[in-house]
C-alpha cells in the first residue's frame, strides 16, 4: 500500500469493503436440526431445564469438525425444529434458518428450497425384509453348488463306463442284453464310491481306474459329511420375500420414507396405495409385527443401523439403488456452500470422518448367518478331477490300443503286410496266405470224357 497509496474500490468507497467472509466472522448463523429424527446416532437432542437443549450425534459432530477445519470459523448455534425435514427445508427457503444439519436425504425434489453439501454418507437406497428358518427338507444336496453335483456324476459314470469296458469279456455278469449292461454300468459306477469289492477286477488298468477313483471319492465323502454337519448344526435363516420383483407380483405394502416415494412409483414401479410412510426403526419393526407391511426400503446410512439392531430378525436383499445419501442443506445461492464442500472433502482425507463414523455408527456385533455360499463348488477339487479322469483316460487309451494290437500275432506281420501291399507292383496278390490270412479259393472238380472217333 505504500508503493501503490490508497486503493480506490469500484462505487468510490475508500475503505476496504467487508466481503462474505468477513460478515461469516460476525454472524451467528442459524443452524436448524430436526427434533423427530428417526436415529439418534445421527441426530440426538436432548432438553433441559438447567443445562438447557444438547445436540449430538454423527451428522451434528460431522457438522462441527467442517466447521473448524474452514479458513474461518463461522459462529452458529444449533436450534431445534419441531417437524419433517421437509418442513424445515421450507423453514431454510424462507430464510427462518441458515442451514440445516441432520440425517437430510439428498434428492431432487428437495433442491427447490436448498442445495446441499456432498454426502458425508454411503448413497443408495436398500430392501429390507424379515427372515425365517429355512427349510431342512433338501438340506443333503447343499453342501455341494448344482455344478459339483453334475461334475461328481459325470466322472462317476466316465469311471463306470471305462471299467465296465475292459472287464466285459472277463465276466459273464457284465454281458447280456443291452439294457442288462446299461443297468451294470450304472450300477458298476456309483459302487466304485464306496469300494472296490464288487465284481472281481481282472485287469491291471481297471484296478488303476478303480484305486484312484475311490481315493478321490473317500475326500468328497468326508467334505461333503464335514459341511453337511455344519449346516444343519448352525441355524439359516432365509427371506421370506426373496426379490423385488416378487414384492412388486405380489402386490404386499411395503415401508417408505417419504422422500423415497417419487423413486418407487416411476422407477421401481410401486403403486402408491400399497406405501405407507414410517419415521424411526422401531416404527418400522412395529409395522412388521402388526403385518402391516411385507418389506421396508431404507435408505443405506439407516440400513445399516436397522440391521445392527436387528440383524437376527431383518435381513438385506436385491441391490443397491444409487440414490440419496446424507447431506447438509444451505439456502440457494449461498456462498458458504463452496467452503463447506472443501471441507468436508479435507476431514474426509484426513479421516476424521472415519473416526466420527466408528463412534457413532459402529454396528453391533451380531452372530454371522450361513448363507447358500457355503455350499461349495469344483474349485477346490480341480486338481482331484483332473487326477482321476486322467487316470481313467490312460487306463482306457491303453486297453484300446493293447487290443488292437493283439488281433496280430505281433507288429512286424502288421508292417511286413502294409510293405508288401504298397511296395509291390501288383495290386492283386495271387497267393493264398497273405499277412498270415488265409484266403480259402473252391475246388473245381473235372470229369473225365471219351472223346468220339466220329
Not at 471319492?217 to 439359516?236: D, E, F, P
Not at 503286410?417 to 473252391?442: C, D, G, M, Y
Request: proline share 5%.
Amino acid at each position: 500500500m505504500i508503493d501503490l497509496e490508497q486503493v480506490h474500490w469500484p462505487g468510490g468507497p475508500r475503505y476496504t469493503p467487508r466481503g462474505w467472509t468477513a460478515l461469516t466472522s460476525a454472524k451467528l448463523f442459524r443452524i436448524g436440526v430436526a427434533s423427530l429424527s428417526g436415529y439418534e446416532e445421527y441426530v440426538k437432542v436432548e432438553s433441559d431445564d438447567r443445562l438447557g437443549t444438547n445436540f449430538s450425534g454423527f451428522a451434528n459432530e460431522v457438522f462441527k469438525a467442517t466447521t473448524a477445519s474452514m479458513p474461518f470459523c463461522p459462529q452458529y448455534e444449533f436450534q431445534y425444529f419441531n417437524g419433517s425435514y421437509n418442513e424445515l427445508l421450507e423453514q431454510l427457503h424462507l430464510k427462518n434458518f441458515d442451514a440445516v444439519v441432520g440425517d437430510v436425504e439428498i434428492v431432487a425434489s428437495r433442491h427447490q428450497y436448498a442445495e446441499f453439501t456432498y454426502p458425508y454418507t454411503e448413497t443408495g437406497l436398500v430392501l429390507i425384509v424379515p427372515v425365517r428358518s429355512s427349510s431342512k427338507a433338501w438340506s443333503f444336496i447343499k453342501p455341494f453348488t448344482a455344478t459339483m453335483w453334475v461334475l461328481i456324476s459325470v466322472i462317476t459314470v466316465y469311471n463306470g463306463f471305462v471299467v465296465w469296458w475292459i472287464e466285459r469279456k472277463h465276466c459273464d455278469e457284465l454281458q447280456g442284453s443291452i439294457p442288462n449292461q446299461i443297468g451294470i454300468m450304472i450300477w458298476l459306477s456309483f459302487n466304485t464310491l464306496f469300494s472296490l469289492n464288487g465284481p472281481k477286477l481282472h485287469s491291471n488298468l481297471s484296478r488303476m481306474s478303480g484305486v484312484v477313483w475311490l481315493f478321490v471319492a473317500l475326500i468328497i465323502i468326508q467334505t461333503y459329511t464335514a459341511n453337511l454337519s455344519s449346516m444343519l448344526t448352525v441355524q439359516r435363516l432365509e427371506p421370506t420375500i426373496p426379490s423385488v420383483e416378487e414384492l412388486l407380483n405380489s402386490n404386499a405394502m411395503v415401508g417408505t420414507g417419504t422422500y423415497m416415494e417419487r423413486y418407487l412409483a416411476k422407477v421401481l414401479k410401486f403403486k402408491n396405495q400399497n406405501m405407507q410412510h414410517f419415521q424411526s426403526a422401531e416404527s418400522y419393526v412395529k409395522g412388521f409385527e402388526d403385518k402391516k407391511i411385507s418389506a421396508a426400503f431404507l435408505g443405506t446410512p439407516s440400513a445399516k443401523i436397522f440391521l445392527a439392531k436387528y440383524c437376527n430378525s431383518f435381513i438385506q436383499i436385491g441391490p443397491t439403488y444409487k440414490i440419496g445419501g446424507f447431506g447438509f442443506a444451505f439456502p440457494r445461492g449461498s456462498p458458504l456452500l463452496a467452503s463447506v464442500n472443501e471441507a468436508l472433502l479435507k476431514i474426509s482425507e484426513n479421516g476424521t470422518l472415519q473416526e466420527l463414523e466408528k463412534t457413532w455408527i459402529t454396528p453391533q456385533k451380531c452372530p454371522k448367518m450361513p448363507s447358500d455360499s457355503s455350499s461349495l463348488g469344483p474349485s477346490g477339487f480341480r486338481e482331484l478331477f483332473f487326477i482321476t479322469a486322467g487316470t481313467t483316460t490312460i487306463a482306457f487309451v491303453i486297453y484300446v490300443c493293447r487290443t488292437n494290437l493283439l488281433r496280430h500275432k505281433n507288429i512286424w506281420g502288421i508292417i511286413s503286410a502294409v510293405l508288401k501291399r504298397w511296395v509291390s507292383p501288383r495290386r492283386h496278390f495271387t497267393s493264398r496266405r497273405v499277412a498270415n490270412v488265409e484266403i480259402s479259393l473252391p475246388e473245381i472238380h473235372l470229369k473225365p470224357t471219351k472223346l468220339s472217333t466220329e
